[in-house]
């Protein structure tokens, strides 16, 4: 059984300055995944977080994921046959932009009123030092722990997510229990996430002189269509499933329209291609097979209106919607954990964008709840920032996540 003099005892062990200074020099690594350009990746970042984590005494693993993008997992196991709750973030940020855009250096860790500013504090930097820091109290209060906790840091989740998907394929996901994403969520507990659908449309018709276009065949008219039959698949989406309380709506966006779809264009040549690039966000209960299929019937349609249309429609990536019940063990200790951390009831929210969760939930069975500092606006803006105050909050829910989580057969905390 915990008690509060527990609770009290790694909280006390929390040290706001290693947090702090270790969000810092996160952020100050640049990890920034950039193809063909030598040593733009994560892998700075990651040798720094497992340095860290081996100066803790975690048995810390290193494994490359693709040439220069290696996943850090370490374990720290007081007893091997308790609970597993894993703590999973990923070293890699999008770009910078234009560094003179910002206020101060993207990779400064500039600190001012209160908060770190630079790319990567809140998305997500700030999680995995609240995280790190949050473990590194647990051990240093010596409060007795009956589990195990697992740190998974990886790569790529701002691309097809390679990391968390390697890090399943690897086994590292048997046998954990729950996990607790860190990414930037103002300290909510999110228990939905929307999913993701990421798809390809090329057309091919036949090149001509725009001043003979009978002598082609323009694929753009076909392109316009389908784009055409997006937003009313979309209103129909809305229609059926309507506006979920914490995600919003489904949406089914055109993100990219080209023609042709290699090369540059010339106002007087049909072009040869066209490509459509869509990028769907589903909420629960949203069939991916069956958008899939609506998405065929659109081409299905114009195909009867122009036999001539030739289409390949590519789904490359799926990410689908998860939901984990609020009476799913992690889900209660996340839930207790913030009432013991702040004297109030845990507010909830959903995670609009699709995270390294979302496979272990849907390829590994793991039940997740996304948690984090950080506003989740800021990210991939220019001046994002992180405020300290919501990193030690993150850090002390963390910390007593994992010992109500384990200690959870034995019922909630109690005592003086």
Not at 258 to 281: H, M
């Amino acid at each position: 059984m915990i008690t509060l003099e527990h609770l009290h005892r790694v909280w006390a062990a929390i040290d706001r300055e290693y947090i702090v200074q270790l969000t810092r020099r996160l952020v100050q690594t640049r990890s920034v995944y950039e193809p063909g350009v030598p040593g733009s990746n994560e892998e700075a970042a990651a040798r720094l977080v497992a340095e860290e984590l081996r100066n803790l005494g975690l048995t810390v693993h290193v494994e490359e994921v693709a040439p220069g993008r290696p996943n850090v997992v370490a374990d720290w196991a007081p007893d091997p046959s308790g609970p597993c709750l894993l703590f999973e973030g990923h070293t890699d940020v999008v770009t910078e932009g234009d560094p003179d855009r910002w206020t101060y250096p993207p990779f400064s860790a500039h600190m001012v009123d209160g908060r770190i500013y630079g790319r990567g504090t809140a998305d997500m930097k700030g999680g995995i030092a609240a995280a790190i820091g949050a473990v590194r109290a647990l051990i240093r209060s010596q409060v007795p722990f009956p589990g195990r906790v697992r740190l998974a840091i990886l790569v790529d989740e701002e691309g097809l997510m390679l990391g968390v998907k390697h890090f399943i394929r690897a086994g590292w996901a048997d046998g954990v229990d729950g996990a607790i994403i860190c990414e930037p969520e103002e300290n909510e507990v999110c228990l939905t996430q929307k999913g993701a659908m990421r798809v390809r449309v090329a057309f091919t018709g036949a090149m001509a002189h725009g001043a003979m276009p009978q002598s082609g065949i323009n694929p753009i008219p076909w392109a316009a269509r389908f784009v055409q039959g997006v937003g009313e698949l979309e209103q129909a989406l809305i229609a059926r499933h309507g506006h979920h309380p914490f995600l919003g709506r489904p949406s089914v966006t055109p993100t990219i329209v080209q023609a042709p779809a290699y090369g540059p264009a010339q106002l007087n040549v049909i072009p040869a291609s066209a490509e459509v690039y869509l990028d769907i966000r589903t909420i629960p209960g949203v069939d991916h097979g069956a958008l899939e299929t609506a998405l065929r019937d659109i081409l299905g349609g114009i195909r009867r209106w122009d036999p001539r249309m030739q289409a390949e429609l590519d789904v490359f990536e799926q990410r689908p919607w998860t939901e984990t019940s609020p009476d799913t063990p992690v889900a209660q200790a996340v839930a207790e954990a913030v009432r013991l951390a702040t004297g109030k009831e845990p507010r909830y929210g959903g995670v609009p964008g699709a995270t390294d969760g979302t496979f272990l939930h849907s390829w590994a069975g793991v039940p997740i709840v996304t948690i984090g500092p950080g506003n989740r606006f800021i990210p991939h803006q220019v001046d994002e920032y992180v405020d300290v105050e919501d990193l030690m909050e993150a850090a002390r829910i963390y910390a007593a996540t994992a010992l109500v989580f384990v200690h959870h057969r034995e019922g909630r905390a109690g005592g003086a």
